[in-house]
């Protein structure tokens, strides 16, 4: 009797699971657009249409030595990005606990802003929603078993704003036409093999240590704090990635690959470890 119960019941749950599963994925996937909208409408006019090597005058040596490297004069200025990146997320601070990703990223060069939408496999069959953003001043982060069931959903235009922005600005390997003076990035000297990048977007203000390896290219940034979020307040802690694997992409040379880190009291704790599998261009028209 026990086995004709299981029998019946068994089915009846996993098709339960999976109108879960579908539902869920809809309702994301529909708030999803939404917000793609909003980045999309935030946009700005963004001049000049090319870049022009007469731009590098007075920036520090290694900054110059970095467009040269990853740019050629007549290179046209990126307006947006959309992005394809598989990898591994570090759900733990104490102990290794890297879980697979899949994510796409839609980046907007002027209004600064991208939208991260990810798919981080914590069990079998059991996928976390999770969605990074900044637009139009303000930051996002939202997580959810199955799309439905939420762990985490932040929103605001004030330390967490600052902490997406600053993310976006350490992204800027990744469309490097962003991160010249005229497409609003401040370039201070430090040394020889580095130097501080500040953006602002508003009221809000950014800025990381950029360091180039031998090459020209941007191989580490660091912030001396960034907003960590810890439950629902955000912990001031010390932020790093690299970039490596450059290769040609529309003319440019990219990172395909990268890992960022938390600083911890007792050493660097990575969260993130991906590769870029697409990058489609929109430039400037």
Known sequence: ?????????????????????????????????????????????????????????????????????????????????AVEQTGEFNQSETTPAWKPFTAMQRVVTRRPGYFWDARIRMLPGVPMHVRDAYVAGEGLLQAAVFGLFSVANLRDSGELAKGELMRYLAEMAWYPT??????????????????????????????????????????SFRADARGRTAGAKAVALPWQGRFWNYAARNGMQVPLEGEVAWIHPDGAKPYWRGQITKLEYEFVK
């Open 178 to 219: 962003a991160l010249l003076p005229s497409q609003g990035v401040r370039w201070d000297a430090v040394d020889d093999q580095s130097a501080r990048a500040a953006l602002n977007d508003g009221a809000i203000s950014v800025s990381l240590l950029f360091h180039f390896n031998a090459a020209g290219l941007i191989d």
């Open 1 to 81: 009797m026990q086995l004709r119960i299981i029998f019946l019941v068994l089915p009846i749950l996993c098709v339960a699971v999976v109108i879960v599963m579908i539902y869920g994925e809809l309702l994301w996937k529909s708030r999803t657009r939404a917000m793609l909208a909003r980045l999309d409408a935030a946009r700005l006019s963004i001049e000049p249409k090319v870049f022009d090597l007469r731009e590098m005058a007075g920036l520090p040596a290694p900054v110059q030595r970095y467009f040269r490297a990853v740019l050629a004069d007549g290179q046209r200025i990126v307006a947006g990005v």
